[in-house]
Each structure stands twice: as C-alpha cells, then as structure tokens.
C-alpha cells in the first residue's frame, strides 16, 4: 500500500507550513518553489486540505494558506484520508467503495480479509496517532543526526 504523489506532495507542504507558522499566511507559489511542487498540483491539494478542515486561506494582499489547527492536533491519517480517501488495502474493506472481491465465497472467514483488516488496522493506529508536529520533530532530529550535530536542550 502506497500513498501517492499528492498526499507526498500535501505532508510536504504542511511540514513547511508547521515549520514556519510565524510567518502566517503564505503563497502557493511561495510553497510550490520552496518545496519543488508543481503548482497547479499544489493548487488542488491545498484546496482539499482546506475543504477538509486542515488549512485556511485568505484572499488578497496579505493572503495565502496557514494551517487551521496546531500541528500538535492534526494526525497523519486525517491528512491521507483527507487527500487519499480510506485506506483499504483491499477492496472489500473499504468504507467509502466497498466492492466484493470476485474471487471470494465468503467474506467472513476469508483469510486474505482477515489479514488485511489486521493490517489496515495496524497501519490506521499508527496514522491516527502519530501528528504533524511529530513528524516535524522527527525530521529535524534526523537532520541533525545526519549532519553530527546533537541537541542538549531540554
């Protein structure tokens, strides 16, 4: 199970936009160079985060997307959900296009089901608790590790 270009290319744009919340409001073209998004792309992904309760916009001088809520509250699985739908790895578990599998008899003891439902399960835990700022922190820690430098702070 994979994620695509537009759920890479959405986290991107929100670590950038959780990493540099003090500037407030920030330009898709902005967001696009910095990040080497193509634009338009960019456009339709930032619109359905927005849609989605995730970002807000203004319009005008001044204007562009921040992010509605802390990164603290916006977990990784309502950000792919949001730009993925439901993460089924099979067809017969998901919510949103639940479709019989054609090779299957029965779905309550397939075991191919059974396990991918562990799966989706195991996968939906880790998504829903796991939030932006996590991930923001993750990456400058391995950034840090990689250039041998060490954080004492505490």
Known sequence: MMISKK?????????????NSERGQVLIATLAEEERIPKKFLEAILL???????LSSRIGKGGGYSL??????LTIGRIIR???GDMAPV???????HSRCDECDDEASCGIRLVMADLQ??????????????????SDAAALARNNLFDYSI
């Open 7 to 19: 759920s890479i290319y959405g986290l991107k744009a929100l670590l950038n936009l959780a990493r």
């Open 91 to 97: 067809s017969c578990l998901s919510e949103t296009e």
């Open 48 to 54: 359905a985060l927005k849609n989605g309760g995730v």
């Open 68 to 73: 509605l809520a802390s990164p603290r509250s």
């Open 121 to 138: 399960q195991a996968i939906g835990s880790i998504m829903d608790t796991v939030t932006l700022e996590d991930m923001v922190n993750r």
């Open 82 to 84: 949001i730009l993925e």
